[in-house]
């Protein structure tokens, strides 16, 4: 094409619109007339092809000039002191989930972050992380992180940015913000805190909305109603002796689980002569992991549910609660005297808690509940709020699309979140924010709301990041970085210094100028302190002591208790649905994780995919069955789902779990699960009555990773109630088969020196999976992706198996965690025809990885079937930016060799050699292996079998201690301490402990 | 098979009629003809599957044997069964040489020249398996005791080093005796051939054999040696492939009937597979005259007796599962009969117990047709055998947590079937290029051979 005829294009326009230089058309022409589409159609002749090569020489030349920011290099000269290659360094810093920070300390090793592990200063943690911090390692490196501003799907610069974002902000200065908005998620930082005063000083008519998908909306409000104002609630669960949780989830998410995990189980750890027990009642209407561990478990849809939490409130004597009369069927209305009788008598002692998601009359019941019975200032603590500015999130997000609407917002700046994908459905987000002029989503990578804004700014991770953050009991974080942005990232505080003006725009400036504000005298001493603790000491919020306005709650309840009438009235023909994030992927912020896609959810132990949850009478009445396709209809909006049923759901309620279904995600989420978001309108957030389900015929293939619910008889866990325990305390040992007399032509193996061994709690396991990807992190193995896991090929080293025992309509359900038992009589080790698995010194059962062929043999002759192999190249040995990710100190594995639980050799041989140097005996508790480490609640303990002393060998004396297959005489190091629990004796006597909850 | 001493005085086992220049004619002639016009599609349709065979295997190679369907319980699928079934089917050449020689079976002589050959090419295509299932099929010469500089020697404690010293020794032995035995025979056809190059080949093949009297006693003395060399072979091979299994301690495995149970299984696989192909083979060389009635019962009997021992077997399997008390080994055999691969099962029974039942009415034993059909399901039915062994008993062992299932997928078949044609390609290759019965030892039973030994 020559020079003219280009220019003779470039005079012809394909409609209006082209013409127009409106840049929010231009947002949505850009799928059409991408750019260079016009370019070179029939090819390149000679003359062209120099001249384009040429310039991209040019052009090569040129980005490599790429201004670097003048810093500070200093040479390796002189190493640094602690820096030995080789041996890492922990940092302490911080990670948010919806603002609440976890302190965690990271391992690095020269320069890139490889582990994250609790810190164990830090009042959230306590040493111990959820999964999602576990997580956050490979987001870092995440090869789909937006590696540059973009504007139109152009990369452009930062600097370009400034020069449209600096006139846009200096226009609204004479307007005094009227046009200026931010949207983001709730934020507990101080620095976050102090630039928004700035920003408001600057623009006093700018507005500030937050909007989340766990909003925790339902809390805020039922605070304004008891006290009047906004407050934080808190809990103290090493002060309870009864719990009763109300769709709450308390073990494994929200603000504090991990905490709440570790002071919960610490009350319920039973051993020989010591059986002081809590009690955990769950009343959900959705399972939960908690309510797996509970105690008693009622299933209930929402209505019965919350008219079963007003006949419990009406129990403990709340005002204005009794107007719904009796809670309904007769066993019903027993659980309201059992339940209610226990938490009158552990007045003082219990909780009474709703999930982060409930709606408000659940949060004012618990609320006035916990009133009741004394709780307040004991186990539940109220305390000024942690998060800046509290607001409720589904009115900020209502009032911002009205302004947008109105046209009245000239300029958004989006700050993380994802409101195109998540903003309820009747608000139309979308086309809302179409009419803002100018908008900007900072963002970690580019998703569909980046897609409908001009902007795109990459955010930086967290460990990238200078930050601040507090915990869930207050206490003051700063976040340092680990790493400077891979990609170039920005954080919200180096946006927000633009929008304020500020002449501190670099992170750690921003970040220092709010501390030295905070900290005035003697500020280096005290900060260095800080970033080395990664807490500050005592700034945890103290105990608020506020009245209770009864008259306002009952005002509450009455309005909602004349709502709830008809609602208990059982529509046959429509079923009601229940909303909740996802218990891995969250509400879609790690769609694009690997390790937490490909984590077994608890329950339904599916992996890569959300569906329908529904009961198994529902699924038999609608004549459906596991991977059926359906089409869901709430009004005139409509949702395809698959249908996994699942024991234990509430009958006609169908759970859709948010997170899934995402539009615009990097490669690992696309094609991942449906979008359950058209269906949740603001009215119905949690829950909504009136789905309509209609079979399509169609089938998808969902990955679940156990197919098999029942035990078959078998006593792999073995588990008893309080009282048998008190009664029989070798229950569980008597279960078993017992071993035969170790009968052998060979003599057996001496293990003179250390023997390790591992004792796995099932009492204390939640199900939290915090262990299955803090295993993924610490051994490097690889994700293999849905049609593997289909295949029955995840590589997981720990699996969590979970068994259902009872009726399907409403089942126990127990967990067992499952690694390598490094068997004393391994059955791999003979089998293997090259000694590529042999028997270590100290009892490990070492895999060499050099030396596999991969027959496979070990994995078949392992009755505990804990062997994985890499039947494809499953490690990812060629994206740059993951070989950051690898721990140096284990070998990533090649196709064709099987791989398996090490007991964190690698921890163990270098604490052996830190030992040996210091020439001194090892100390119990000084090695911790990944998932040890990692628990919330304490329920893997690793250590020397062989030092009588050691915590691993008394628990090995515990009457409650088992192995699995002991009968095979496999002598396995991993052993089991068999999971007691306590029901109600009114309730779980006659049945023992077994299946005795009758929901409905 | 020792009834069968009684039947000497039956049918004679070469048809009468034929002198020494007949048969060493008739038989030679398969190989100095022209080809024959059915062959092209024949030989074709199965180098067509060896090409299949040889794209399989390399997918494989390139990208792992996650192309098949093994997976976490059940780490051994297709290969394996494969593997099994082909050394089974190696069984009844040693068989027919070794101990029918020793027990001087003089009805062997007809049948033992492809019955070898059959089992070298069974063992070939079986030998493939355990290569190609590793991992890493590249190292599998670590499974040899080679002086590594390493210093590190292969695991004696672990069933697949026996199985590589059991299968490699047979092999070779059976490739000796098949090799030996063919002498006198390459000689012949150097002789008789009227192409130089196949004269020049032949006669290299036939070292120098002149047919002295020497040269008989010398070929006698080896093919009995190697003959009791062979003997304990044919007990051991298969014996040492059960440990692999009764080695393990998988529910369904961990059996002390395995080995001579997997014995009497593999002979009566081998024979029903030189039934499968002697029967064609005789109606398309015309050879009815060697391959007689005679022995198409002989072999039907032994098929009924060994298939018998297996009936047995898998009588004793229930049995013990029962008897034991022990709840896995009962589930083990639920889940045979009930689990998902039921159906599995239901035609092992109706293939091995039942198709088997039939050979002991002597009509169907004389009919040349229906042997070829019960063992057609005798060959389907050992496999299905290895497949309830491996697959079934894997999917659903200790932990119900890890219980699984196993899908071939289409390069598992892909495979199977291109050993099929691997095997049937040489086979083909043989029956034209050398004797495909042995024409001294068939001289030997004509009835002048017959006068001239009694009366020495």
């Given at each position: 094409m020559s020079e003219s005829d280009r220019t003779d294009a470039a005079?012809?326009?394909?409609?209006l619109e082209e013409r127009t230089p409106d840049a929010a058309l231009q947002v949505q022409l850009r799928p059409e007339f991408?750019?260079?589409?016009?370019?070179?159609p029939q090819g390149l002749d000679r003359r062209h092809f120099m001249q384009v090569m040429g310039a991209s020489f040019a052009l090569a030349g040129l980005g490599a000039c790429t201004r670097q920011p003048v810093e500070e290099l200093v040479p390796y000269?002189?190493?640094?002191?602690?820096?030995?290659?080789g041996r890492p360094l922990y940092f302490a810093t911080a990670l948010t989930l919806g603002g609440f920070a976890s302190g965690v300390l990271v391992e690095s090793h020269t320069g890139r972050p490889t582990k994250i592990e609790g810190n164990p200063e830090h009042p959230s943690s306590l040493g111990a992380t959820d999964r999602f911090a576990q997580a956050a390692l490979l987001d870092l490196y995440?090869?789909?992180?937006?590696?540059a501003v973009l504007h139109l799907q152009r990369i452009r610069s930062w600097e370009a940015f400034l020069q449209v974002l600096e006139p846009a902000l200096e226009a609204q200065v004479p307007l005094q913000g009227a046009g200026l908005r931010i949207l983001s998620g709730s934020s507990t930082s101080p620095t976050l805190a102090a630039q928004m005063q700035r920003i408001r000083a600057r623009f006093p008519q700018a507005r500030w909305h937050r909007y989340e998908t766990v909003s925790r909306d339902g809390l805020r409000s039922a605070t304004l109603a008891a006290f009047g104002r906004y407050v934080e609630v808190r809990y103290d669960?090493?002060?309870?002796?009864v719990v009763v949780a109300l769709?709450?989830?308390?073990l494994t998410t929200g603000p504090g689980c991990v905490r709440y995990a570790k002071d919960f189980m610490a009350r319920r750890r039973v051993r020989e002569g010591q059986y002081g027990m809590s009690r955990l009642y769950c009343i959900e209407s959705t399972p939960s992991a908690t309510g797996a561990v509970a105690d008693h478990r009622l299933s209930l849809p929402p209505a019965q549910q919350l008219a079963c939490a007003f006949a419990l409130a009406f129990e403990c004597?709340?005002?204005?609660?009794?107007?719904?009369?009796?809670?309904?069927?007769g066993d019903l209305e027993k659980w309201r005297q059992i339940i209610g009788l226990d938490l009158r008598e552990h007045a003082g002692r219990s909780i009474v808690i709703a999930g982060d998601e409930s709606p408000v009359e659940l949060q004012a019941l618990a609320l006035a509940m916990n009133q009741r019975l004394g709780n307040?200032?004991?186990s539940v603590i109220v305390s000024e709020?942690?998060?800046?500015?509290?607001?409720?999130h589904i009115g900020s997000l209502r009032d911002l699309v009205q302004d947008m609407r109105a046209g009245q917002v000239e300029l958004l700046l989006v700050l993380g979140g994802n409101p195109v994908y998540?903003?309820?459905?009747?608000?139309d987000f979308t086309a809302a924010m179409a009419k803002v002029p100018l908008r900007a989503h900072l963002a970690f990578a580019e998703d569909e709301t980046s897609e409908s804004c001009h902007w795109h700014l990459p955010l930086a991770h967290e460990l990238e990041t200078w930050s601040d953050a507090r915990a869930h009991d207050g206490t003051v974080s700063v976040m340092q970085p680990l790493i400077d942005p891979l990609f170039g990232g920005k954080s919200m505080h180096e946006l927000l210094a633009v929008v304020a003006g500020d002449?501190?725009?670099?992170g750690i400036d921003i970040v220092r100028r709010t501390w030295t504000e905070r900290l005035g005298a003697d500020f280096d001493t005290r900060w260095r302190r800080i970033l080395h603790d990664g807490v500050v000491a005592g700034s945890e919020e103290p105990l608020l002591p506020l009245e209770l306005q009864r008259d306002s709650l009952t005002q509450l309840f009455l309005g909602v208790a004349s709502d709830l009438a008809p609602r208990l009235?059982?529509?046959?023909d429509s079923l009601e649905v229940v909303f909740r994030v996802d218990p891995t992927v969250h509400d879609g912020?790690?769609?694009?994780?690997g390790w937490l896609q490909e984590l077994p959810k608890p329950w339904?132990?599916?992996?890569?995919d959300n569906a329908a949850l529904l009961a198994p009478a529902t699924a038999a009445r609608l004549g459906l069955a596991n991977e059926d396709m359906v089409e869901l209809e709430q009004g005139t909006r409509k949702v395809r789902a698959p249908v996994w049923v699942l024991p234990g759901q509430p009958e006609d309620v169908v759970t859709l779990h948010l997170?899934?279904?995402?539009?615009?995600?990097?490669r690992v989420g696309t094609g991942a699960g449906f979008d359950a978001?058209?269906?949740?309108t603001s009215a119905g957030l949690v829950h909504a009555s009136g789905l309509r389900l209609r079979p399509t015929g169609e089938q998808v293939k969902l990955a679940c990773t156990?197919?098999?619910?029942?035990?078959?008889?078998?006593?792999l866990v073995r588990e008893g109630s309080l009282s048998e325990f008190r009664d029989h305390p070798h229950f569980a040992q008597e279960m078993g088969h017992g071993v035969h007399a170790p009968t052998s032509l060979y003599p057996g193996f001496e293990y003179e020196g250390r023997a390790w061994g591992m004792v796995v709690d099932l009492g204390a396991?939640?199900?939290?999976n915090a262990c299955v990807v803090a295993c993924n992190a610490e051994n490097n193995i690889p994700v293999v992706g849905k049609a593997q896991v289909r295949k029955?090929?995840?590589?997981?080293?720990l699996r969590i198996d979970r068994y259902f025992e009872g009726s399907a309509e409403d089942p126990r359900v127990v967990q067992q965690p499952v690694m390598?038992?490094?068997?004393?009589?391994?059955?791999c080790e003979p089998v293997c025809p090259v000694g590529a698995t042999s028997h270590g010194k100290e009892g490990l059962n070492e895999m060499v990885y050099n030396r596999?062929?991969?027959?496979?043999y070990c994995a078949n002759n392992c009755?505990?079937?804990?062997r994985r192999f890499n039947?494809?190249?499953?490690?990812?040995?060629?994206t740059e930016v993951l070989k950051?990710?690898?721990?140096?100190?284990v070998t990533v594995r090649t196709r064709g060799v099987m791989e398996k639980c090490t007991y964190c050799v690698q921890r163990i041989n270098q604490t052996r050699i830190q030992i040996k140097k210091e020439d001194r005996p090892l100390r119990d508790g000084e090695i911790l292996t990944a998932c040890q480490q990692v628990c919330p609640s304490d329920a893997i303990i690793f250590g020397d079998?062989?030092?009588?002393?050691?915590k691993v060998a008394k628990l090995r004396q515990q009457p409650l201690h088992y192995g699995i297959l002991e009968e095979l005489n496999t002598?396995?190091?991993t052993t089991y301490l068999a999971r007691v629990t306590n029901p109600?004796?009114?309730?779980?006597a006659a049945a023992g402990h077994a299946g005795d909850v009758r929901g409905h | 098979m020792a009834t069968e001493t009684r039947t000497t005085a039956d049918s004679p086992l070469v048809a009468p009629g034929h002198t020494t220049a007949t048969v060493t004619d008739k038989i030679a002639a398969v190989v100095l003809?022209?080809?024959?016009?059915?062959?092209y599609p024949a030989f074709g349709a199965s180098f067509g599957l060896l090409m299949l065979f040889m794209y399989a295997v390399t997918i494989l190679f390139a990208k792992?044997?996650?192309?098949?369907?093994?997976n976490n319980p059940a780490g051994w699928g297709f290969a394996i069964v494969n593997f099994v079934w082909w050394i089974g089917i190696g069984h009844a050449g040693t068989l027919i040489s070794a101990i029918l020689l020793l027990l001087r079976q003089k009805w062997r002589q007809s049948i033992n020249r492809f019955a070898e050959a059959m089992t070298l090419f069974a063992v070939a295509c079986a030998g493939i398996y355990p290569i190609l299932h590793?991992?890493?099929?590249?190292?599998?010469?670590?499974?040899?005791p080679y002086p590594a500089t390493t210093g590190v020697w292969p695991q004696f404690r672990s069933p697949l080093i026996w199985d590589v010293f059991a299968i490699s020794t047979y092999a070779l032995v059976s490739l000796m005796f098949w090799y030996v035995g063919l002498i006198p025979d390459l000689a012949t056809l150097r002789d008789r051939t009227q192409n130089r190059i196949a004269r020049v080949v032949y006669g290299m093949m036939a070292m120098?054999?002149?047919?002295?009297a020497a040269h008989w006693h010398n070929h006698d003395t080896a093919c009995i040696l190697l003959a009791a060399l062979a003997t304990p072979l044919v007990v051991s091979v298969h014996s040492v492939v059960s440990l692999d299994f009764a080695?393990?301690?998988?529910p369904g495995w961990?059996?002390?009937?395995f080995p001579p149970y997997f014995v009497a299984g593999a002979i009566f696989a081998g024979f029903a597979m030189v039934i499968t192909l002697a029967i064609p083979l005789r109606a398309a060389f015309g050879l009815h005259d060697f391959i007689t009635e005679r022995h198409v019962r002989n072999m039907a009997k032994v098929m009924l007796a060994t298939g018998l021992i297996v009936n047995y077997g898998y009588a004793i399997e229930i049995f013990i599962a029962w008897y034991s008390g022990n709840e896995y080994e009962q589930y083990m055999l639920t889940n045979r009969v009930l689990g998902p691969y039921r159906y599995i099962w239901y035609s092992l029974i109706l293939c091995n117990v039942v198709a088997t039942q039939?050979?002991?009415?002597a009509k169907v034993r004389s009919s040349a047709v229906a042997v070829w059909v019960v063992s057609m399901f005798i060959n389907v039915g050992m496999w299905l055998e290895r497949f309830v062994i491996v697959v079934t008993s894997l999917t659903r062992d200790f932990m119900p947590s890890a219980w699984g299932m196993y899908y071939p997928t289409r390069f598992d078949y892909f495979t199977f079937f291109g050993t099929i044609g691997l095997f049937l390609s040489l086979m083909f290759l043989f029956v034209r290029l050398l004797p495909m019965i042995s024409i001294f030892e068939i001289r030997t039973l004509l009835p002048k051979a017959r006068a001239k030994e009694k009366s020495a």
């Open positions: 005079r012809y326009w394909r409609g991408t750019p260079q589409a016009d370019v070179a000269a002189r190493p640094p002191e602690d820096l030995v290659p995440d090869p789909d992180r937006s590696r669960f090493s002060q309870a002796d769709d709450s989830d308390f004597g709340v005002h204005g609660t009794g107007v719904l009369g009796p809670a309904g069927a307040l200032g004991r709020p942690i998060e800046v500015e509290p607001t409720s998540d903003a309820p459905a009747d608000l002449k501190e725009r670099n009235e059982r529509r046959n912020r790690f769609a694009n994780n339904t132990r599916l992996t890569w997170g899934y279904g995402r539009r615009r995600v990097g978001h058209p269906l949740r156990q197919l098999q619910h029942a035990m078959e008889g078998r006593h396991c939640t199900g939290c029955g090929r995840e590589m997981h080293w390598c038992m490094h068997c004393e009589n391994a059955p596999c062929v991969g027959t496979r009755p505990y079937k804990v039947f494809l190249q499953y490690a990812d040995q060629e950051m990710l690898r721990n140096p100190d079998i062989n030092d009588p002393n050691s002598r396995p190091r109600n004796p009114e309730r779980g | 003809q022209s080809t024959p016009r059915w062959f792992g044997v996650g192309i098949w369907g093994v590793l991992g890493r099929p590249w190292l599998a010469y670590w499974l040899f120098g054999w002149r047919g002295s080695a393990g301690l998988i961990h059996a002390t009937i039939f050979l002991w009415s």
